[in-house]
């Protein structure tokens, strides 16, 4: 019993994970580039939400203002910043390290901007549902009303993100462009275009996230870096190409570390993440659904 | 691009007798400063030799690294055990820091001389987050409040007419100086060249007889040896070795030194190390009457705003770039 | 080469040495007290304004610097505005020292006050001049028993009744009125933790097998505190004290909510009292609408903490009222709580305390005076200030919160006031005979 | 409508891969370039389609300029490029890559799009057979097919053909060629090839145009070219 509760509390963790883990890859995938400023970016994007919540008092109208402003923030970053600098790092010693040090910059400008307009203190999200546990036979399990919300709310934009990616041809147009630029140039797309799009969700799946997880972390400028760094590890464990990777990779991150916090206690979370991160990519460093080869990119 | 220009940089005697002057000038100096700019210099000697350990991974092997804050942190810890278990002298423990980091960077090293680009920028990510973290897990390493690393005072009778800060300054000059000269020893040396080769062309390197893979090793485990005097240097300036002195935020602000500095040569660590240490003094005391949030964060955005710039500006480097900018007139 | 060079550098650095030794042979200059001008007193407090244990406590400085607006609209102390220079180390002690350096070195402040928490400050003291410069280092927010040691830290007094005391009159309690039933504790790991766990041995408590967890200080936003609450739950304790700071408590209740607390499972919280502030608590709930804040209420409803304070919402008090006075002119859009009347309190005192020391103040003169007279300042606190032995206040009582989210005196009617003392050879607890003093006319001491 | 290239110059870096050059390609002709490997001919075609900008001169088609359009606008134009390495995505699949190739004009043409499809299917049966199979799975030929394929869904006026005869077992080749020659004499679009395998291509191409090291040499009738024997030793090797 014991056990299946830990299992269940990491479920809806986990599921934050996979969508952190999305993002992370929506962007990898249309741009080569790591968004480590996603977190600075879901934060401020929060940070939008709690404004409206505290302004109209409604869950709702927050949660979709945050998911907005997550769009247009990653839509921003693109066109503005990302654009240039892959335009301008060309050398092969610069090609790989120029954007995460240019995503650092930005995440350091995130955080310092969030402070000065919000603060720095540590405030408070609500939650739409009760985080009380749910009782199931008579006992409660470590899982409420909330966590299920979560969960079925990560489930519900990660089956929308599916139907776009197989069943529209802007999905196809976003597929291709993902592994092949210039064939989907040659094929009258406009992968510039394609590139915005994929950040701007990536974005909205980023202010999406920070809304579901703000409750139980607090929202501080910098309280989202702890996520990005599980949402990496929950990318590569799934291989950065793949959605689906990422996703399980977002789920069986939160369920492991929940097992670890449980059986053996909250200090040793970051590095059991550590480790499993190392793991991953000396033994499989394709991740688990990745193609090959891609490791070194 | 294997073929490295020749050096006409002042040979290994030179630059010592230039570090020794610079020694004598900073020890005379420290007499006609006022201490807290005396402690602040101690704090610019730590992050210089920070900094010197990135540019020595990222600038001449081209490794990324994101977590040069949790070697800093194995060093520190190792330096501060050293003394609280085994009773060892201080000046013992400064050696201690840097051959455990080493040790520790070549461990790690091994693993990530496989990642290049984002991966190993995440997992060198990770790494920091994991390690100061693990440090409240074990209990012999003291928690959240971590371990007492106090460097005392001047030897003998000098105890008392030597300020603690100008003892700690004097140690921590002492460290980043020779720091400074081994590193510019390295890096015009066979061993610079080959990283430099690898950094610029896997392939044709190891056409050229170079083993690539042991040569970032070689990188990581050397980056680390400064990384943990580093770690050592800045504990000594704090009392006291914790996780929060290791955080997320230490690693980015070395590394955003070391990117405004010149990633690709040493002489720039010390502009970039003075850039992360004296921007924050300088706003707050702009700032003085203003509310304290700008204070606290306008720093931040404009070290972050200048590392941005110069990552579009000059993805090499400012130093790379004037250099171009004259080959080119 | 390297080795070579090594060997020529450390010559050369040794021969450095001693001619730098020589020439620092020089004396420091002696100078006026620093900080003390014809017209202005400075002072300086580091504290965490942002940052995980930020809630609440942030509410503090600029609470003084309102009472200290006040008293410099009235007048100032001897003619002298007092100015506060407030720093935010957020609660990490590498800051703490960095800024406590910036205060005494390039600020000058003539006194540090009111500096908070317990690794931070050790930091502070081992790191920089205060013991060196003899800083007046004036009631530190935190109740670590050591701090109060004037052989080791001349200079610094202490504000909270200490971790020991808070924790041996804790231990009295439970054993009165819950006897045999089963005891946890979730304590912070650190030296704050420790004073606590040694203070409930003193007073003979002990603790179910299992019912013993702690956290590391800055994690608990991050990583939560379900393992912990978790394991509490298990272990059957019946009584459980939550021995933190105020978000730690925020997220341990949150969680208890989560395992049921309050339908399915109902033990008795007991709140130290730093991290027992009703309105941060229900700040850190997220409580935005109605129905959440008496959500919030319910599960806080109850609960004990302990106080050495009247409740913030006592308007009957004459101090709780003239504070609320100052706080709604001097710090405009500050709500009133417990918080400003903390700060509030402080600086009635510091005010107090620099009187004593005198028209022409010096840090011996100040140090002095606040031994000497310290326990017979003005104070809204309910129990006696032992300033002599650089002690803080001496007791505390009991209270529960009522369904508005205010602290009561359990037995109803006027707070019974429990004291103590630090020492862990015993656990002596009595019920204090201290009566309080009077507050200065319209809040402004005129006292010598 | 004819392509009209005039004076093109294009560098790589310091390198300079195209110089002055200066030729037509006469609508509904197929012209073959030909020329040794490092000669400039994929570069000619990538500037065309707009991937890579030329230095000076200028390229009309339609006497419209293409030398500043993007590659996009470029496909709305009717100018389709394959480019070499049978340059499919492989992570779609087959009918993927084919829809691909008509997202574009999907929204006004859709009809048109499932046609042009089910056209290619005609054309190269075994693409039919796999149309659910992931592109990695197809072998080099099919590959071959299926980027033409995907050239062709926009119902190309020009296709750009990049060595399409690369790697490939020459009765692979013949058949590709074949096909390509029947479908110009049935839609009358033009086509320009780029090819090392110089004597396949001369023989279906009406044209011919010979670069050596970045500068056209020969442009001339391809049966012309073919009977060279001095120009053949000379450029082609043979």
Not at chain 2, 83 to 112: C, D, K, N
Not at chain 2, 253 to 263: E, K, P, R, S, V
Not at chain 3, 205 to 228: E, R
Request: with cysteine; glycine share 12%; net charge positive.
């Amino acid at each position: 019993m014991n056990l299946i509760n830990t299992l269940i509390a990491g479920v809806s963790i986990g599921a934050i994970y996979s969508l952190i883990a999305f993002a992370l890859i929506l962007v990898w995938r249309s741009t080569r580039v790591v968004n480590f400023a996603q977190a600075g970016q879901a934060a401020f994007s929060t940070y939008v939400g709690l404004s409206f919540e505290k302004a109209f008092n409604n869950f709702w109208l927050a949660l979709l203002a945050a998911i907005i402003a997550g769009v247009l923030v990653g839509a921003f970053v693109e066109v503005v910043i990302v654009r240039f600098i892959v335009k301008r790092a060309t050398s092969a010693a610069t090609v790989t390290v120029a954007p995460v040090i240019a995503m650092l910059g930005l995440l350091g400008i995130f955080q310092g901007v969030m402070g000065l307009i919000w603060g720095g203190e540590y405030q408070a999200y609500p939650t739409a549902f009760s985080r009380d546990g749910l009782t199931i036979n008579g006992s409660q399990i470590p899982f409420s009303q909330n966590d299920l919300f979560v969960l079925l709310t990560v489930v519900a934009a990660m089956s929308v993100a599916a139907l776009i990616f197989q069943k529209t041809s802007l999905g196809l147009a976003m597929r291709a462009a993902a592994f092949a630029p210039e064939v989907t140039r040659l094929s009258g797309i406009r992968v510039s275009r394609i590139r915005t799009l994929g950040w701007a969700f990536a974005g909205g799946a980023g202010g999406l996230a920070g809304v579901l997880v703000a409750p139980t972390t607090f929202i501080a400028p910098n309280s989202f870096d702890l996520l990005l760094v599980f949402g990496f590890t929950a990318a590569v464990i799934g291989g950065l190409d793949s959605l689906i990777g990422g996703v399980l990779g977002g789920l069986a991150l939160g369920i492991g570390l929940s097992v670890v916090t449980g059986y053996l206690g909250g200090s040793y979370t970051f590095m059991t993440a550590f480790v499993l991160l190392i793991v991953v990519l000396l033994i499989r460093p394709q991740g688990i659904l990745g193609a090959r080869g891609a490791r070194r990119a | 691009m294997l073929v490295v220009r020749s050096s006409h940089k002042p040979s290994a005697t030179k630059r010592t007798i230039l570090a020794l002057i610079v020694g004598i000038i900073l020890f005379v100096g420290s007499n006609f400063i006022d201490e807290y700019r005396i402690f602040q210099g101690a704090q610019v000697a730590a992050y210089l030799v920070g900094i010197v350990s990135i540019v020595l991974l990222t600038g001449y092997s081209g490794q990324i690294t994101l977590g040069q804050g949790a070697f800093m942190a194995v060093g520190s810890y190792s330096a501060a055990l050293a003394v609280q278990e085994f009773g060892l002298p201080i000046w013992i423990t400064f050696f201690i820091a840097v051959l455990a980091a080493a040790l520790f960077g070549a461990i790690i090293g091994i693993s990530a001389g496989r990642l290049s680009g984002p991966y190993l920028a995440g997992a060198t990510l990770a790494f920091a987050v994991g390690i100061p973290a693990l440090a409240n897990a074990i209990p012999i390493l003291g928690g959240e409040q971590g371990l007492s690393f106090d460097i005392g005072y001047a030897p003998g009778k000098y105890a008392d007419t030597v300020s603690p800060y100008k003892w700690l300054f004097w140690i921590c000059a002492l460290c980043a100086i020779i720091a400074v000269v081994i590193a510019v020893n390295i890096t015009s040396s066979g061993l610079g060249r080959q990283w430099r080769a690898v950094r610029a062309h896997e392939t044709a390197a190891a056409l050229c007889g170079i083993n690539p893979a042991r040569s970032k090793v070689m990188a990581f485990t050397v980056s680390s040896g400064f990384a943990g005097l580093a770690g050592v240097s800045f504990s000594a300036t704090v009392g006291l070795v914790s996780p929060s002195g290791f955080t997320l935020a230490l690693s980015f602000l070395l590394l955003t030194g070391a990117i405004l500095g010149g990633i690709s040569h040493i002489s720039g660590a010390l502009g970039g190390a003075i850039i992360v240490v004296i921007i924050p003094t300088v706003f707050e005391s702009w700032t003085e009457e203003a509310s304290l949030g700008v204070a606290t964060y306008l720093p931040g955005i404009i070290v972050s705003a200048l590392l941005l710039l110069s990552i579009a500006l000059a993805p090499e480097g400012p130093s790379e770039a004037l250099h171009k900018l004259r080959r080119k007139h | 080469m390297i080795r070579a060079l090594k060997k020529r550098i450390l010559a050369g650095v040794s021969l450095l040495a001693v001619t730098g030794l020589v020439v620092s042979g020089i004396p420091a200059q002696g100078a006026a007290t620093p900080g003390v001008t014809k017209d202005t007193i400075t002072l300086g407090m580091s504290s965490a304004q942002s940052g995980a244990a930020s809630p609440g406590y942030n509410k503090v400085g600029p609470a003084m610097r309102a009472y200290f607006n006040y008293i410099n609209e009235k007048g100032g102390v001897y003619g002298r505005k007092i100015e506060l220079k407030l720093e935010d180390d957020k609660y990490v002690p590498t800051n703490a020292v960095n800024k406590v350096n910036k205060l005494i070195l390039r600020d000058k402040v003539f006194a540090l006050v009111g500096n908070l928490g317990t690794a931070t400050h050790t930091a502070a003291l081992k790191k920089t001049p205060i013991i060196k410069q003899s800083v007046p280092d004036l009631f530190v927010n935190t109740g670590y028993s050591g701090f109060a040691n004037p052989k080791k830290y001349p200079t610094t007094f202490m504000y909270l009744p200490s971790y020991i005391m808070e924790a041996k009159i804790m231990a009295k309690y439970i054993k009165d009125k819950f006897p045999d039933k089963k005891v946890g504790i979730l304590y912070q790991d650190d030296d704050f933790g420790k004073d606590g766990l040694a203070g409930f041995k003193a007073g003979g408590l002990t603790f179910v097998a299992g019912g013993t967890q702690k956290y590391a200080s800055l994690s608990q936003a991050t990583v939560g505190l379900t393992a912990q609450m978790t394991a509490l739950k298990s272990s059957g304790a019946e009584v459980i004290i939550l021995f933190g700071v105020t978000s730690a408590t925020a997220v341990a209740m949150r969680t208890a909510a989560g395992l049921g607390y309050g339908t399915t499972w109902g033990p008795q919280f007991i709140m130290g009292s730093v991290g027992a502030d009703p309105t941060t608590l229900l700040t850190l709930a997220g409580a935005t609408t109605p129905a959440l804040q008496a959500a919030t209420l319910r599960s806080l409803t109850g609960a004990l903490s302990l106080s050495f304070l009247p409740a913030a919402t006592d308007t009957e008090d004459e101090y709780v009222k003239k504070f609320i006075e100052i706080n709604t002119t001097y710090n405009k859009g500050v709500p009133w709580d417990n918080n400003v009347l903390v700060g509030m309190n402080q600086a009635l005192l510091i005010v107090q305390a620099l009187r004593a020391a005198g028209e022409n103040p010096t840090r011996a003169s100040l140090i002095s005076a606040l031994k000497s007279k310290g326990g017979t300042f003005a104070s809204a606190g309910y129990s006696k200030l032992e300033s002599a032995n650089n002690v803080g206040y001496t007791g505390y009582w009991v209270g529960r919160y009522n369904s508005t989210g205010v602290i009561a005196p359990v037995d109803g009617g006027k707070p019974v006031v429990y004291t103590t003392d630090s020492s862990t050879a015993n656990g002596d607890v009595a019920v204090s005979t201290f009566t309080r003093p009077a507050m200065p006319a319209d809040g402004v001491p005129t006292n010598k | 409508m004819t392509l009209r290239v005039r004076g093109l110059t294009i560098d790589h870096g310091a390198i300079r891969a195209i110089s002055n050059a200066t030729f037509n390609v006469p609508r509904g002709s197929i012209t073959a370039i030909i020329g040794a490997n490092g000669a400039g001919k994929s570069t000619l075609l990538r500037t065309i389609s707009g991937l890579k900008r030329a230095t000076t001169g200028s390229i009309l088609w339609d006497e419209i300029s293409l030398e500043h359009l993007q590659t996009e606008q470029i496909v709305r134009r009717g100018i389709i490029h394959v480019p070499e390495g049978r340059s499919v995505v492989t992570e779609l699949t087959v009918h993927e890559n084919l829809m691909l190739g008509g997202v574009w004009r999907l929204r006004a043409q859709k009809e048109d799009v499932a046609a042009a499809i089910e056209e290619v299917y005609q054309l190269f049966p075994r693409l039919n057979e796999r149309k659910k199979q992931r592109a990695d799975t197809l072998s080099g030929g099919e590959r071959q097919m299926l980027a033409i394929g995907r050239g062709l869904i926009a119902r190309p006026q020009l296709l750009l053909l990049d060595e399409p005869s690369l790697g490939l077992a020459p009765l692979v080749v013949e058949q590709i060629f074949h096909t390509l020659s029947e479908l110009q004499g049935k839609t009358g679009m033009t086509i320009l090839l780029v090819e090392q395998n110089a004597m396949s291509a001369l023989r279906i191409a009406s044209q011919g145009i010979v670069l050596d090291q970045g500068r056209v040499v020969i442009a001339d009738n391809a049966r012309a070219i073919m009977n060279d024997t001095a120009l053949r030793h000379a450029y082609l090797g043979y």
